[in-house]
């Protein structure tokens, strides 16, 4: 009723290129982007704004990273919080001793460092599978906190190993308010959502999950092994360390290696997996999910009054949290966006059943 | 039974090739002039080495001994890559298709080797990119009408059926346009009705397209009908080669196939 | 002996009796691989799991080894919990979600280790000897050498267990290939309940060793991480390759820190095992010992 349901034929290629095929879809999709850009910043809390909104979006873009790695083309990499710091520290180093650059160019720069240390760091990859090169990407993760927590030089030998990181302006407006903030990050989610999704849908794309369905046949067809392989990690690379910088400069605004510690590692896998492993779609879901939970887990008690410790509570939500990662690997192993293009195919077909 | 004989260039020559691994020898002075445009069958019974010589060929497998020759290859020496570059496909014993993907996606990757766009171009993905994707789906919709796969060509293959993803590993390689096409075992697992089906592919294809066919093949009724001449390995040697007809009076092909009386 | 060698010697056998402890967690994950193929994330959180409900029922008054008892039965309902709650619900995933669904259970067993008993630190008393042995002029702990002994007893007594049972039998066809072994008759449920128990009181001696060594508490979990590099290095389907693991990557570890740690900064304990066995895993892509997966086409 709301869709559609018989079959539109596509008349032309570029019809195929569209991102969203279905004109209802379209419909929904404009007003979601009108939401976020002239409703929510007004209607959302400062609070809202700046602990839920901009950490969901810089965390996206680390999630997208991951997905087209892991999800993509099937490398297993849990040093995507290494990746973050990478690009965090590199920006900070050209935005303290480099001032000529504008600083917002210093985070697409760190990015590339981080990239250029995806591509060194990924090399295990040709070698190793799965597990192996799992803990292979470990060895990245806890080198790379040792690295920025011993070597001074990173945070410009200041005395503390935590500095606050300069304010920064975007075309001529200082991104110094959470209204702002969201809006930048915003405009670089949009941007880097859509290189992702023209990135999936390429023939690069196709190689990478080709790698990942069967590695022996895709090298058997001639495509370069290599190729593959440290594309995903130096692009998946560059997505972290691009979230590494805002995370340091628009949410923080200050920078040290904790926030980029095998938790945060372990925190954005989580969004990929519960969100939809392979899907741009999923890593924003997972990112919502992973972001959100926390925090209305925190809520409950003090909502429903029980008289709990804080000790208790933490315990408590460190076990409801398992308890939701074992959960939905068992019932949606494909991640929240598998039930919700369900629930869009019925939605199409209502009030007709779908028979699939 | 095929009425015209081939007697085009060699375009594949394997001489003497021995293969072992570990104590095995999994071909032993194995030789075979395959010609251009021909369809030429590898029979024997199983373990007798048909997929591995299909591998040496191919470049996945380098022999213990003797030589690879791809007429038209750029280096003398076979690997997988190079292979792949001078016009050589294949398809597998086993499906060796990207699970995930679709069919039309699955069928795109068969021209990867074609596609030059390079990251930076695909990601902005206008101009240069677009045309060339464009180019190439206009490519592989051919193939999609030709093996009349127009009904599962979004679907991901993983839940397809048998039959229909042997026939899209087929297009996949015949998307890359190549030259020669290996075929392991493509009726395997068939009725009879798609047996025919794939054998009309692959005539239609070998007349109008040139293409040569390589097949490995446990339907001797197939095989007889399909390939202009067959080569009869047996525990890694060649025991026989020659048109159909003079392969199946041939003693020792009997007796390999049905045991000696003792 | 010269000084500079006898403290090099004192340095490489510490390390090699720590590297002995990293084995017993590398035991109990290369024991669940090889019978469920799920790589355990929540080791460490058992390890410590194990330790906590072991202290925490003794300092209630019950002697030891009743406690040693009862927690190995605890041990054993856990391993049912897992069997039935998540083993066999998660049977045909792929790697990463059975790994995800680990590191669930492992954030569940901490939480509620830390709700029943408490987050204070214990310390343990099991009656192992502590002190020095002099061997002539060098110094040997006591402790790390009986817990090496203790290690040494566990690999024979699981060898025999392997080797010579029936149940060991049927574990090993469950790690070869669960589809033959459940056509032959094989409950893989039972070898699954078996196996998880094992290691449970694998995991109850390894916290054991550890709580007694550095104290029960939270920090115990990350044995976990730090065993990673030795079953990668031996592979994740051996158990001598784990002992060797562990008795490589102990005295490297501890042999870099104290000679080159001081030039670099110090605390370089954290990456050096990865990069160990990282470049044994470039040489050996499956480990020591593993096996390595064939590619058929």
Redesign the interface.
């Known amino acids: 009723m709301f869709y559609r349901a018989a079959r539109r034929l596509p008349t032309s290629y570029s019809s195929q290129f569209l991102i969203i095929k279905r004109p209802e879809d379209r419909i929904l999709a404009a007003l979601a982007v009108g939401v976020a850009i002239f409703l929510l910043p007004h209607i959302a809390s400062t609070y809202a704004l700046s602990t839920l909104l901009v950490p969901f979006l810089i965390f996206s873009i680390s999630a997208i990273g991951l997905n087209l790695l892991m999800g993509y083309a099937g490398q297993a990499s849990l040093g995507s919080g290494a990746f973050m710091a990478v690009g965090a520290y590199a920006s900070y180093k050209l935005a303290t001793n480099v001032p000529h650059i504008p600083i917002v160019l210093d985070f697409f720069i760190g990015g590339v460092a981080a990239a250029a240390v995806g591509i060194v760091f990924g090399l295990p990859s040709l070698r190793m599978r799965a597990f192996y090169l799992a803990i292979a990407t470990l060895a990245v993760q806890f080198f790379i906190e040792w690295l920025f927590s011993k070597v001074s030089w990173f945070w410009n030998d200041h005395a503390s190993g935590v500095v606050s990181t300069p304010a920064f302006s975007f075309l001529g407006v200082p991104i110094d308010t959470p209204i702002k903030g969201y809006y930048f990050s915003l405009a670089v989610v949009a941007l880097m959502t859509l290189l992702a999704v023209n990135l999936t849908r390429s023939h690069i794309g196709r190689q990478w999950m080709a790698v990942r369905d069967n590695e022996t046949a895709a090298q058997l067809m001639g495509i370069s092994i290599t190729k593959a392989k440290l594309s995903a990690f130096a692009i998946s690379s560059f997505y972290c360390g691009v979230a590494g910088s805002l995370w340091a400069f628009v949410f923080l605004k200050s920078l040290g290696i904790t926030s980029y510690s095998i938790d945060t590692s372990f925190k954005i896998m989580f969004m990929i997996i519960i969100g939809g492993i392979g899907t741009i779609m999923g890593s924003f879901i997972g990112a919502a999910f992973v972001l959100i939970v926390p925090i209305l887990l925190n809520m409950i008690p003090a909502t429903m009054s029980l008289p709990l410790s804080t000790g208790v509570l933490a315990c408590l939500e460190q076990i409801i949290f398992g308890v939701f990662i074992v959960y939905f690997v068992i019932v949606e192993p494909q991640g929240i966006v598998r039930s919700v293009r369900n629930l869009h195919q019925k939605l199409v077909a209502w009030p007709l059943t779908v028979n699939r | 039974m095929r009425n015209i004989s081939p007697t085009g260039a060699d375009t594949i020559i394997v001489d003497d090739v021995s293969l072992r691994f570990g104590g095995v020898m999994a071909l032993t002075g194995v030789s075979v002039k395959v010609r251009e445009g021909e369809i030429f069958a590898i029979i024997g019974p199983n373990g007798a080495g048909k997929t591995s010589l299909l591998?040496c060929i191919?470049g996945?497998y380098r022999p213990t001994s003797g030589s690879v020759a791809l007429v038209g290859a750029d280096k003398p020496s076979i690997s997988?890559?190079s292979?792949?570059?001078s016009g050589l496909?294949?398809t597998?014993?086993?499906l060796?298709?990207?699970?995930?993907?679709s069919t039309v996606?699955n069928l795109?990757?068969?021209r990867?080797?074609k596609?030059k766009?390079n990251?930076l171009q695909?990601?902005?993905?206008v101009g240069a990119?677009?045309r060339e994707?464009?180019e190439?789906?206009?490519a592989v919709e051919e193939i999609v009408h030709f093996l009349q796969l127009q009904a599962v060509r979004d679907e991901p293959v993983g839940q397809l059926p048998y039959g229909i993803q042997k026939r899209i590993e087929f297009g996949?390689a015949l998307a890359?346009e190549p030259r020669v096409i290996l075929l392991d075992e493509p009726m395997a697992g068939m009725n009879q009705h798609e047996k025919a089906e794939m054998s009309g592919f692959i005539r239609s294809v070998n007349d109008k397209m040139k293409v040569t066919f390589v097949l490995i093949e446990h339907d001797i009724g197939v095989v007889m009908g399909l390939s202009d001449r067959i080569a009869v390995l047996d525990h890694g040697e060649k025991i026989a080669e020659g048109t159909p007809s003079e392969v199946s009076a041939n003693p020792s092909v009997i007796s390999a196939y049905l045991g000696v009386e003792h | 002996m010269s000084l500079d060698l006898q403290f090099f010697f004192e340095v490489l056998i510490s390390g090699l009796l720590t590297g002995v402890l990293y084995s017993l967690v590398a035991i109990g994950f290369v024991l669940i691989y090889k019978a469920s193929g799920v790589f355990n994330f929540a080791q460490g959180a058992m390890v410590l799991f194990a330790a906590m409900t072991l202290v925490g029922i003794s300092d209630l008054g019950v002697n030891i080894a009743v406690s040693a008892l009862l927690t190995i039965v605890v041990m054993v309902v856990l391993a049912y919990c897992v069997e039935f709650f998540i083993l066999r619900r998660i049977v045909n995933q792929s790697q990463i979600s059975l790994f995800m669904v680990t590191i669930g259970l492992s954030y569940i067993l901490l939480g509620l280790g830390q709700l029943v008993w408490g987050a204070e630190v214990h310390s343990l008393d099991v009656g192992l000897p502590v002190g020095q042995f002099v061997v002539g002029d060098m110094f040997i702990n006591q402790f790390d050498l009986s817990v090496a002994a203790i290690c040494g007893l566990i690999v024979l007594a699981l060898a025999y267990f392997f080797q010579r049972t029936r149940v060991g039998l049927s574990l090993r066809a469950v790690a070869d290939d669960h589809q033959a072994a459940i056509s032959i008759g094989v409950s893989i449920r039972n070898v699954w309940i078996i196996v998880w128990s094992v290691a449970g009181v694998v995991c109850l001696v390894t916290g054991t060793v550890w709580g007694a060594k550095l104290g029960v508490q939270p920090a115990l979990n990350l044995v976990a991480l730090k065993a990673m590099p030795v079953i990668v290095l031996g592979g994740l389907t051996s158990i001598p390759g784990a002992i060797v693991g562990g008795l490589i990557i102990g005295p490297a570890r501890k042999l870099f820190e104290v000679y080159f740690g001081s030039i670099i900064g110090g605390a370089t304990e954290s990456w050096v095992p990865y990069v160990v066995a990282i470049a044994f895993l470039l040489v050996r892509p499956a480990g020591l010992f593993g096996t390595q997966e064939l590619r058929r086409i």
């Open positions: 591998n191919n996945f997988v890559s292979a792949a570059r496909a294949r597998f014993q086993n060796a298709l990207f699970r995930g993907l996606e795109l990757l068969g990867n080797l596609m766009t990251l695909v990601a902005m993905f990119a677009r994707e464009i190439h789906r206009a996949r890359s």
